[in-house]
C-alpha cells in the first residue's frame, strides 16, 4: 500500500469517526432535508483601471471530454495528462468558461464579445444579458460591442429572437476577420456552420460595423491589436487610462494551464495552429515583460490575471485583490 493510499484511508476514518455521533444528536433528523440548489458561480466582478470601469461578465461554461486532443492534439494523451494532473486538473473532462468584458470609459460603454448564443443555454453559456443584468445594466445602454474574432461563442449573443440583442449599439471588428469569414467558400466544409452564423449575427448589422486596421484606436484610450491564429483576423484589445493598461486578449490562449505553459502545443480551436503558437508566445513575452494584467475570455473566471515568465516558459498567475486596493 502506497504512503498515499494510507494517508488517505487515515483521512476517510478520521472523519468517519467524527461524523458518528451527530447522528445521534436528537435534533439531528428534527428539520426537514434542505433541497439542493445546484451549482453557484459568481456572474460579474467590476473594478477601477484609471479613470475607466470595468465589468467581466460571466456568460456560462460548457463541459466536455478532455482536454486531449483538444489541446495538444500533437502530443501524446499521457503528456497532456501529466500537465494536467501537475496542476491539479481532471485528465478526462474539461470546462469551458466564457467571459465578455464591458468597459465604461466615463464616455461610453463597450462591450467587447458577446458570448453564446441561447441555443448553447442547455449545455450552460448564453446568459451573458443575465450577468449584465446582475451587473446593472440593461442591454439598450451598451453603445460599443467589439468582436475579437467571429466564433460562435463570441458573436452568438449578438442576436436574441432575430432582433439585436444590443439595439443601439454600434460594432467593431477586425476587417481581415470580416472579408475572411464574409467569403462564400467558407459557406462548405469545416468553417460552414460559423460561417453561416456569421451571415445570421453579424452582416445584417454591416450599416453600424466598424472594420479595424492593426493598431487602430477604437475608442480614446482603447487600441486594436492584431493577434492572428486563431483565426486570420483575430484582435486583442489594449486598454490604457491614466497609466492603467489591461490586455483584452480573447482567446490569444483557451486555458490557463494547457495554452498558457504550453504555448507551442497544437490547440483544436486554432485556424492556424503555428501562427497561433507564434502570436501566443509573442504576446506572453509582452504582457510578461510590461506586466500588464489580461482579461482572457476563457481564463477563469473571474478571468483576469497576469503571465509570469519562469525561465523561458511562461504561468497563468490569476489575479486576486490587485484591482480592489
Ligand atoms: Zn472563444
Same mark, same amino acid.
Given at each position: 500500500?502506497? !504512503?498515499?493510499? /494510507? /494517508?488517505?484511508?487515515?483521512?476517510?476514518?478520521?472523519?468517519?469517526?467524527?461524523?458518528? %455521533?451527530?447522528?445521534?444528536?436528537?435534533?439531528?433528523?428534527?428539520? @426537514?432535508?434542505?433541497?439542493?440548489?445546484?451549482?453557484?458561480?459568481?456572474?460579474?466582478?467590476?473594478? $477601477?483601471?484609471?479613470?475607466?470601469?470595468?465589468?467581466?461578465? &460571466?456568460?456560462?461554461?460548457?463541459?466536455?471530454?478532455?482536454?486531449?486532443?483538444?489541446?495538444?492534439?500533437?502530443?501524446?494523451?499521457?503528456?497532456?495528462?501529466?500537465?494536467?494532473?501537475?496542476? &491539479?486538473?481532471?485528465?478526462?473532462?474539461?470546462?469551458?468558461?466564457?467571459?465578455?468584458?464591458? =468597459?465604461?470609459?466615463? $464616455?461610453?460603454?463597450?462591450?467587447?464579445?458577446?458570448?453564446?448564443?441561447?441555443?448553447?443555454?442547455?449545455?450552460?453559456?448564453?446568459?451573458?444579458?443575465?450577468?449584465?443584468?446582475?451587473?446593472?445594466?440593461?442591454?439598450?445602454?451598451?453603445?460599443?460591442?467589439?468582436?475579437?474574432?467571429?466564433? %460562435?461563442?463570441?458573436?452568438?449573443?449578438?442576436?436574441?429572437?432575430?432582433? %439585436?440583442?444590443?439595439?443601439?449599439? =454600434?460594432?467593431? !471588428?477586425?476587417?481581415?476577420?470580416?472579408?475572411?469569414? *464574409?467569403?462564400? +467558400?467558407?459557406?462548405?466544409?469545416?468553417?460552414?456552420?460559423? @460561417?453561416?452564423?456569421?451571415?445570421?449575427? =453579424?452582416?445584417?448589422?454591416?450599416?453600424?460595423?466598424?472594420?479595424?486596421?492593426?493598431?487602430? +484606436?477604437?475608442?480614446?484610450?482603447?487600441?486594436?491589436?492584431?493577434?492572428?491564429?486563431?483565426?486570420?483576423?483575430?484582435?486583442?484589445?489594449?486598454?490604457? !487610462?491614466?497609466?492603467?493598461?489591461?490586455?483584452?486578449?480573447?482567446?490569444?490562449?483557451?486555458?490557463?494551464?494547457? *495554452?498558457? +505553459?504550453? %504555448? +507551442?502545443?497544437?490547440? /483544436?480551436?486554432?485556424?492556424?495552429? =503555428?501562427?497561433?503558437?507564434?502570436? $501566443?508566445?509573442?504576446?506572453?513575452?509582452?504582457?510578461?515583460?510590461? $506586466?500588464?494584467?489580461?482579461?482572457?475570455?476563457?481564463?477563469?473566471?473571474?478571468?483576469?490575471?497576469?503571465?509570469? /515568465?519562469?525561465?523561458?516558459?511562461?504561468?497563468?498567475?490569476?489575479?486576486?485583490?490587485?484591482?480592489?486596493?
Amino acid at each position: 500500500m502506497s !504512503s498515499r493510499v /494510507r /494517508r488517505r484511508d487515515a483521512i476517510r476514518a478520521a472523519v468517519a469517526s467524527a461524523l458518528l %455521533p451527530a447522528a445521534s444528536l436528537p435534533f439531528a433528523a428534527a428539520r @426537514a432535508a434542505a433541497p439542493l440548489k445546484g451549482p453557484l458561480r459568481p456572474q460579474a466582478y467590476r473594478f $477601477r483601471l484609471g479613470t475607466f470601469e470595468l465589468t467581466a461578465l &460571466f456568460d456560462g461554461m460548457v463541459a466536455m471530454d478532455g482536454p486531449h486532443p483538444i489541446f495538444g492534439a500533437d502530443q501524446s494523451p499521457q503528456a497532456v495528462a501529466r500537465l494536467c494532473e501537475e496542476n &491539479f486538473l481532471p485528465t478526462g473532462r474539461l470546462a469551458i468558461g466564457f467571459a465578455p468584458i464591458l =468597459v465604461n470609459t466615463g $464616455r461610453q460603454l463597450v462591450l467587447f464579445d458577446a458570448g453564446n448564443p441561447a441555443s448553447r443555454r442547455e449545455a450552460g453559456a448564453g446568459f451573458l444579458v443575465d450577468a449584465l443584468s446582475v451587473a446593472g445594466y440593461r442591454p439598450e445602454e451598451i453603445d460599443l460591442v467589439a468582436l475579437t474574432h467571429y466564433h %460562435p461563442d463570441h458573436i452568438g449573443g449578438l442576436v436574441t429572437d432575430g432582433q %439585436p440583442t444590443f439595439p443601439n449599439a =454600434v460594432y467593431a !471588428s477586425s476587417a481581415v476577420e470580416h472579408a475572411f469569414w *464574409s467569403a462564400e +467558400e467558407r459557406l462548405s466544409g469545416p468553417s460552414e456552420a460559423t @460561417a453561416r452564423l456569421v451571415r445570421t449575427n =453579424v452582416l445584417p448589422l454591416a450599416d453600424r460595423l466598424r472594420l479595424l486596421q492593426d493598431g487602430e +484606436e477604437l475608442v480614446p484610450g482603447i487600441r486594436a491589436l492584431a493577434t492572428p491564429g486563431h483565426t486570420p483576423g483575430h484582435m486583442a484589445f489594449h486598454v490604457e !487610462s491614466e497609466g492603467h493598461r489591461l490586455l483584452i486578449w480573447g482567446d490569444v490562449a483557451n486555458h490557463f494551464v494547457l *495554452s498558457v +505553459e504550453r %504555448p +507551442e502545443w497544437h490547440v /483544436r480551436f486554432d485556424r492556424d495552429k =503555428v501562427q497561433a503558437a507564434a502570436t $501566443r508566445k509573442r504576446v506572453f513575452d509582452m504582457v510578461a515583460t510590461d $506586466r500588464i494584467p489580461v482579461a482572457g475570455y476563457h481564463m477563469p473566471f473571474p478571468n483576469l490575471g497576469y503571465v509570469e /515568465r519562469r525561465g523561458g516558459d511562461y504561468r497563468w498567475v490569476r489575479a486576486s485583490y490587485q484591482f480592489d486596493v
